[in-house]
């Protein structure tokens, strides 16, 4: 018997976790699932259809959903603890958003003011989990996919919890355009993909005994994940669609577009009748409310959920999850600590890199540094998330201030103080004194 903690259970994604989960019971063998949400209400509707889902499937009957109230009695047993929250909501992300407009930034979930937003509302939730974690399921293998995953997963490493993997759909992007623009199958190759969270590229695509990553690249649409080709092909690699919030900044920022109108620029040319674009937080609230309503009748996933950015996120972690359980010593992508896979970092940190995994851990598969083009963004964001978890840990306003003069989209004292000021307002419901 394999027992998980579903922790947030009553995320729109459960569903899917819960089926690729029953697709590989024939070989895992019998589950056990606690669900636990601080949304009890939600978390009924998740486990009503969940339960549903499993009566049509052909191994639906090996897998058993408990429902839990707290989080101690989900950790019960837990071989593996899944983090699936988001502190505060939707409603909180809509906030997040809205400041980033407001002061001009770029932004999404885990970029910029959104980023620490989230992170810091988080942490200190994350606090109480991990030390839930230490008592009651001290050796459980913890698969985070909460954002900011790397920040986060690094986070309850320092908090002493060893057995941490963020996760993170992102790779799958870059996978598809491989074995699209290739015609090259899944598991023939190995691309070497690396950085932080987020903030990844791929330079190496090893299949054949060569690297095809030329190919790749002239084989790619004049336009991929925000950027030019040409400009792809200059650095040699693909960049993950995050990378525009950096080195496109100003279009990112231009594009997004401030929610005051009297921040933009004279040259954009808007006007008090012009009707701002919705922010994709607010689309993301339209669709959640209609998957839950959804949810509760239906006894098949329903497509709206193809709409949500993170569907896929369950197969990456389902296949983690196998290759523990059976020991397979087979390759993945995902967020670890760093030993000396990248040695522009430190050791301690965590970095998304290819992995190897089997029943004895999750071990990075040295590569090669991160190139000169990207390497210095990368310091620079893990030095802004180093410094901003020691600054939640200290409580300390200062040093969150000094994180956001780290960052390289925050880093201007005129922004920085209101904007942090404005950030810790927002979110005080969910700060300590």
């Known amino acids: 018997m394999i027992n998980f903690a579903v922790v947030g259970s009553g995320s729109v994604f459960t569903p899917e976790l819960v089926l690729k989960l029953a697709d590989n019971a024939e070989k895992m063998g019998e589950m056990t699932l606690r669900f636990m949400d601080i949304d009890l ?38 071989d593996f603890v899944l983090l699936q929250l988001r502190q505060g909501g939707i409603d909180a992300r809509i906030e997040d958003e809205k400041l980033g407009r407001k002061y001009n930034l770029p932004f999404t979930e885990t970029i910029s003011i959104c980023g620490f937003a989230t992170f810091l509302r988080t942490y200190y939730e994350f606090e109480k989990i991990g030390t839930a974690i230490l008592k009651h399921a001290p050796d459980a293998w913890i698969l985070n996919f909460t954002n900011p995953a790397g920040q986060l997963s ?10 941490v993997i963020g996760v993170c759909n992102g790779f799958m992007g870059a996978k598809w355009d491989i074995e699209h623009y290739l015609n090259i199958k899944e598991g023939s ?33 004049e336009k991929h994940n925000h950027f030019d080709k040409s400009a792809l092909k200059s650095v040699g690699a693909i960049l993950n669609p995050y990378l525009a919030h950096y080195l496109n900044h100003g279009q990112r920022a231009k594009e997004q577009g401030p929610d005051d109108l009297s921040l933009r620029n004279a040259s954009d040319k808007v006007t008090d009748n012009v009707k701002r674009d ?36 369950s197969s990456a972690v389902v296949n983690i999850i196998k290759a523990i359980c059976l020991d397979e010593g087979s390759v993945h992508y995902a967020v670890v600590k760093n030993g000396s896979c990248l040695p522009s970092l430190p050791a301690d940190a965590f970095v998304e890199v290819p992995i190897l995994v089997n029943n004895s851990g999750a071990f990075p598969i040295v590569t090669e540094d991160l190139p000169a083009f990207i390497k210095s963004l990368a310091v620079s964001i893990k030095d802004y998330e180093r410094v901003l978890i020691k600054a939640a840990k200290e409580r300390d306003k200062n040093g969150m201030m000094i994180s956001m ?29």
């Open 41 to 78: 209400p939600r978390q009924h509707v998740l486990a009503g259809f969940c339960r549903r889902l499993l009566k049509s499937h052909s191994q639906g009957s090996k897998l058993t959903i408990v429902e839990c109230e707290n989080l101690e009695d989900s950790l019960t047993k837990a």
């Open 154 to 163: 690094e986070t309850l490493y320092g908090m002493g919890i060893k057995n």
């Open 189 to 221: 190759y190995l691309m070497n993909w690396r950085g932080l969270n987020h903030l990844t590229i791929v330079d190496g695509v090893y299949n054949s005994g060569r690297n095809r990553i030329g190919e790749l690249l002239d084989a790619l649409p």
């Open 278 to 313: 919705k922010l994709r937080s607010e689309t993301v609230k339209e669709i959640d409310a209609v998957l839950l309503e959804e949810y509760k009748t239906a006894d098949a996933v329903p497509k709206t959920l193809s709409k949500r950015g993170g569907f896929g996120y």
């Open 405 to 433: 003069m780290t960052h390289p989209l925050m880093n201007s004292f005129k922004i920085a103080g209101p904007l942090l000021e404005e950030c810790l307002e927002i979110n005080r419901a969910y700060l300590p004194e």
